[in-house]
């Protein structure tokens, strides 16, 4: 097409020739003029379909060989398939794609008024400018002002305590690693003039409409950003896509991030980069260091990165701490004073040593003790699980406690049963209450109806929920004007009494197995005593601790006081529940550790993962040819970034000086390209709408309208038209 429009053009006598000469005439090259071509960051291994042992493109193009190399590996690696050219082309059985973060930082630092927003965070603190030393957890806690706010992440104790230049070494004489600062005196990281901090959050999702296709997406987020411009689809780094149809083990897992660590470890030790600054742009040769700062992600996610044992297993269901499953039928599981933290140095020469194992049997029995096993991220200095993988607020909080206190406790065991023949049924009082409820229009999925509790709802109609839950329910309980007495049980076949028999009969069993664990099953409770209350003044105050303390904990900034209030409404929330025979799952638990990390990195919105399950969606909305083996995977990166590049380019173009009609034109199309795909699925209104939101005095400020085309290439090999 472009040749055939090339021999047109050039028909034309009033056409200068040497002009269409330099006319492309490939796609190829009008992406690379353009600016929208994402070869050169992305690249594409390939994966034994058997072992998952990852093979580069250079080797599979030279080697003679196409089964695996793993011992006892008989993979199929690719098939020669003839072309109609007459030449062969090596298919690979099953690939991965993976973008590379040092190029992306690179297309960040060169994109106008970036490098100055990186350095946003910087307040009027002295040692904020200069090479200081790090803070420790200790002497932050020392100077303290528990009514301060704590909002960015920069706010926390963990921004200012790291150390540049660690590295992570083992001892020749005890095989322990241990990270040691090659830097003396030892350096703030985030001192450094572009000391970059990076969150990463991985998931899974279905991504066929058919849900039998589950990849994983492995993201990176930028920390020095402000936090309205943190988890922009612009600024978020989609490095792999893990091909599906079932999540990876871990061999597979770690063959697949083993570049992305690569990486990571190239940051961390400093690589150079052309950055640009000013108006107008200078671009100077700086030293960009970037490390992995935390682990956003769900609970299970969190647990399959960091090489845990997972909420099932008795000994090691915590990330946090040494707490046995067991002990969450007593009150001692929710005590944060009794609770044994666990050793990050510890956690990670457990890794090591089940990594150097090579029977798999003996991995399984460590693994069973510690709870640890080797993954890929162990390999960063600095990185340790017990402290860098934050809860996720959204599902311990909504997902988790809203969802299970509505259905398990206050729906299943019966809250809800009228108390009084010819009284309305309390869930209908609750359910008209929350109809007739005015409820801002920006909220576009309102709370679940009661009996409709399905799992499909959302997250943030459990948040809704939690904003609003104490006046219908309210309404429900209430006798008059105040709430009182007990809700009846039903007679025995009613599901609500077989609810709490059922309930009452595995709270009884694991109470059991704690007395028997400590020696003392003469002091377990029989069973008559293992029944959940009923009493409707004890769920209602439940009900409005949990509520006042979620409301408290999930806002843009929060300080230390009503951190600590906050945990403690929690820690009695559980406390009391379980004296009341309500028995909890692991989220419960996990809640008791949220004040630690808030702590260390501010507000919640700094780990939510909202931003990540909106980018999932995107991902999940690209148009692809539904092929697996790593086509599938390799078509949703690619829509990913190119879909960026392109909204680039418009931006681009929209900053052109005396626009012509060529140039409205050209907008209009590029408009009309994008919203059919995955623009949709991100923004509520139109691209319109985004880049006149780009165009405010508060983004002109801070020099981000006017932005040149992507290039992952040096400065200086600049597109032109």
Request: glycine share 6%; proline share 6%; charged share 20%.
């Amino acid at each position: 097409m472009l040749k055939a429009a090339r021999r047109t053009i050039s028909a034309y006598p009033n056409i200068d020739p040497e002009a269409v000469a330099c006319m492309a005439q490939t796609m190829r090259t009008v992406e690379n003029r353009l600016g929208v071509n994402t070869d050169n960051i992305i690249t594409t291994y390939t994966l034994c379909p058997k072992c998952s042992r990852r093979y580069s493109a250079d080797y599979i193009a030279t080697t003679n060989n196409d089964v695996c190399l793993n011992d006892g590996c008989e993979g199929v690696l690719f098939t020669s398939r003839e072309l109609a050219s007459g030449g062969r082309r090596r298919v690979s059985a099953v690939t991965y794609p993976f973008t590379s973060p040092i190029a992306w930082i690179q297309h960040m630092l060169s994109r106008p008024g970036m490098a100055e927003l990186l350095q946003n965070w910087r307040s009027d603190r002295h040692d904020d400018h200069v090479f200081g030393a790090p803070i420790s957890c200790e002497e932050w806690m020392r100077n303290l002002d528990i009514n301060r706010p704590l909002g960015d992440i920069s706010d926390g104790w963990g921004w200012r305590s790291t150390y540049a230049g660690l590295e992570r070494r083992e001892d020749p004489e005890t095989g322990l690693f241990t990270d040691e600062n090659a830097v003396d005196p030892p350096i703030r990281f985030t001192s450094l003039p572009f000391g970059l901090s990076f969150s990463l959050n991985t998931d899974w999702f279905q991504a066929t409409k058919e849900g039998n296709y589950s990849v994983g997406a492995c993201y990176l987020v930028l920390n020095n950003l402000p936090r309205h411009l943190r988890f922009l689809q612009e600024n978020i780094a989609l490095c792999i896509v893990l091909p599906g149809p079932n999540e990876p083990n871990s061999y597979a897992l770690d063959q697949m991030l083993e570049p992305l660590v690569s990486e990571l470890l190239q940051l961390k030790q400093g690589v150079n980069m052309l950055v640009r600054q000013g108006i107008p742009a200078v671009y100077h040769d700086e030293l960009v260091h970037g490390e992995l700062t935390q682990q956003i992600a769900d609970l299970m996610a969190c647990i399959k990165m960091c090489g845990g044992a997972g909420v099932k297993s008795e000994h090691n269901f915590c990330l946090y701490c040494h707490s046995r499953l067991l002990s969450l039928s007593v009150v001692e599981g929710f005590n944060r004073g009794r609770f044994d933290l666990r050793n990050p140095a510890q956690d990670l020469n457990n890794a090591y040593q089940w990594k150097n194992l090579q029977n798999d049997a003996d991995r399984k029995a460590l693994f069973e003790v510690t709870g640890n096993c080797y993954t890929a991220l162990h390999d960063i200095p600095g990185w340790h699980a017990p402290t860098l993988s934050h809860p996720d607020a959204m599902h311990l909080l909504y997902l988790g406690g809203m969802n299970w206190i509505i259905k398990q406790v206050l729906v299943g065991p019966g809250i809800f049963n009228k108390r009084n023949p010819g009284d309305i049924e309390p869930q209908d009082i609750f359910n008209n209450c929350m109809k007739t409820m005015w409820i801002p229009k920006s909220f576009q999925r309102l709370p679940p109806k009661l009996g409709q509790t399905r799992s499909t709802t959302k997250a943030d109609q459990w948040k809704l929920m939690s904003r609003i839950l104490y006046i219908p329910l309210f309404l429900a309980l209430r006798t008059g004007d105040v709430i009182s007495g007990y809700a009846p049980t039903g007679n025995p076949n009613s599901s609500s009494s077989k609810h709490v028999a059922h309930r009452a009969k595995l709270f009884h069993q694991q109470r059991q197995k704690y007395y028997q664990a400590n020696g003392i099953p003469e002091q377990c409770p029989p069973l008559a005593q293992c029944v959940s209350s009923c009493n409707l003044r004890f769920h209602y105050r439940q009900a409005l601790r949990f509520c006042l303390a979620v409301n408290i904990i999930d806002k843009r900034s929060i300080t230390p006081s009503e951190i600590g209030f906050s945990q403690q409404l929690l820690e009695l929330l559980c406390a009391d529940y379980i004296r009341n025979n309500v028995q909890l799952p692991p989220n419960f638990h996990y809640m008791m550790h949220l004040e630690e990390f808030m702590l260390k990195t501010g507000s919640v919105y700094n780990t939510h993962v909202w931003a990540m399950e909106r980018a999932n969606a995107v991902v999940s909305k690209i148009n692809h040819n539904g092929r697996s083996s790593g086509v599938l995977e390799g078509t949703l990166i690619r829509g990913w970034w190119k879909y960026l590049t392109i909204q680039n380019l418009i931006r681009t173009l929209e900053s052109l000086p005396n626009q012509t009609e060529a140039d409205k034109a050209m907008i209009s199309d590029l408009l009309v390209a994008l919203k059919g795909g995955s623009e949709d699925a991100q923004h509520t209104g139109t691209l319109e709408a985004f880049i006149a939101q780009c165009q405010t005095d508060y983004t002109k400020l801070y020099g981000i309208h006017a932005v040149n085309p992507v290039s992952f290439d040096q400065p200086g090999e600049s597109w032109h038209l």
